[in-house]
């Protein structure tokens, strides 16, 4: 048996200061969900998927309630989960009319697809019964129509008693991206990755940038000798070379946690065993 951990982010992305409570207030939410399910002996799995249904549901994150619209108005999310003892993989890309893709991610572990996209994403959710929400529900902003773009993909990893890894990501997309667009959130090895013994990692940003990197198999990569911090640092200044900008959370196979991002603002929450409670914090430097 091992201490449990839990690491979650908000989204790489620049935080008005009428946000900042709300983000505080938002992650505190999460994270105490995915800290009741290890304090209770559950597994890294059911608390990433615990801590990202509380960040779907919160319309200041831009992942389930609160996705950023289509150039045609309608609401395409995806989101992934990965268990690092068996290397399973659920995925869902350009979801729509569902509460929390990262639960239908979840009910596509052991189905032989690892991935699921539009219609027949959609389509699965109704089979299993997953909760829907209609698109006034889930459409509560548009950002397209003041000119912002958003790069605030949820994620969360953690390390369970039994030292089982976990990894799990949720995102609405790009303001006013086209529809059909997919950016790293799904994609194994590029918005993330776990595996026992190495580490796990949840990532966001420019998503095709990130994808373009493949960044969580380099940080995967790159925790065999690194810290997470640095591991994370050094990958995302490879961004530079395709532009934009991003940040990621992770847990390495001994059981470090680390952060690092070179956006504006990285909205990241950790609780490890023993702790009075999470620490909460909105940029690096405010560490």
Not at 65 to 91: F, K, N, Q, W, Y
Request: charged share 25%; net charge negative.
């Amino acid at each position: 048996m091992t201490a449990w951990k839990l690491i979650i982010h908000g989204g790489a992305k620049e935080i008005a200061p009428e946000e900042e409570t709300d983000n505080r207030d938002g992650l505190a939410e999460a994270i105490e969900a995915g800290r009741k399910v290890l304090v209770d002996g559950g597994t890294a799995i059911d608390a990433v998927e615990a801590s990202v249904r509380v960040l779907e549901r919160l319309p200041v994150f831009n992942a389930g309630r609160g996705s950023d619209p289509t150039v045609r108005g309608e609401i395409e999310m995806c989101s992934a989960i990965m268990d690092g003892a068996s290397l399973d993989i659920g995925g869902v890309i350009a979801i729509q009319e569902v509460c929390h893709p990262v639960s239908v991610a979840r009910a596509l572990l052991h189905e032989a697809p690892i991935l699921l996209a539009g219609k027949g994403a959609t389509r699965f959710a109704r089979e299993i019964g997953a909760e829907l929400c209609t698109l006034e529900e889930l459409k509560t902003a548009d950002p397209a129509s003041e000119g912002g773009e958003t790069h605030d993909t949820v994620g969360a990893v953690a390390l369970d008693s039994h030292r089982d890894l976990a990894a799990a990501t949720s995102t609405g997309g790009l303001a006013g991206q086209m529809s059909g667009r997919v950016g790293d959130s799904p994609m194994p090895g590029c918005g993330y990755y776990a595996e026992n013994g190495v580490g796990a990692v949840a990532l966001s940003g420019h998503g095709e940038g990130i994808a373009r990197l493949r960044l969580a198999s380099k940080i995967m990569h790159r925790l065999n000798g690194l810290t997470p911090d640095q591991a994370i640092a050094d990958s995302v200044a490879e961004m530079m070379r395709v532009g934009g900008d991003g940040g990621g959370v992770a847990i390495d196979g001994t059981g470090r946690i680390g952060w690092a991002h070179n956006s504006p603002h990285f909205a990241v929450a950790s609780v490890v065993e023993g702790d009075n409670g999470p620490a909460i914090w909105l940029r690096k430097q405010d560490r």
